[in-house]
């Protein structure tokens, strides 16, 4: 089918190239009409091919409290970094209304992101909770 196709379509090409001399046009026209009357499926355009399903997308949600104020601006970098590098949607909002500040957490995107930057927020507040403890 698809040969048939490309043979129609070179003939056409033929047919219509405008230095193609008018006797060679039109016996180039005649040839194209006999190949789609032998194949009439030609007469149309080949079906477009489906695009494959989108990847599961799933949604991570947290917040984070007591967040230290001298480390909230490099908590929210680290965060809003990782969640670029993995290629999700993110929103990082502060509650102010909870003393210390409270972060806000969420993220869209492909199943095995959201699960990566979710190990990635644990391990950063246990680091960030390993320096405090440090320098007191």
Request: proline fraction near 10%.
């Amino acid at each position: 089918m698809t040969d048939e196709r490309e043979r129609l379509t070179k003939v056409l090409a033929l047919a219509m190239h405008p230095t193609t001399i008018d006797a060679e046009a039109l016996a180039a026209f005649k040839r194209a009409r006999k190949i789609v009357e032998a194949n009439p499926s030609l007469a149309h355009p080949p079906e477009p091919k489906k695009p494959p399903p989108p990847p599961p997308q799933t949604t991570y949600t947290t917040t984070i409290t007591h967040v230290h104020p001298d480390w909230v601006l490099v908590l929210v970098g680290n965060l809003s970094l990782k969640a670029y590098e993995l290629d999700l949607k993110s929103k990082i909002t502060f509650d102010f209304m909870q003393q210390p500040v409270a972060v806000n957490v969420v993220c869209d995107g492909l199943e095995e992101a959201c699960l990566e930057f979710q190990q990635h927020v644990q391990w950063f507040i246990g680091h960030l909770n390993r320096k405090i403890a440090k320098s007191k």
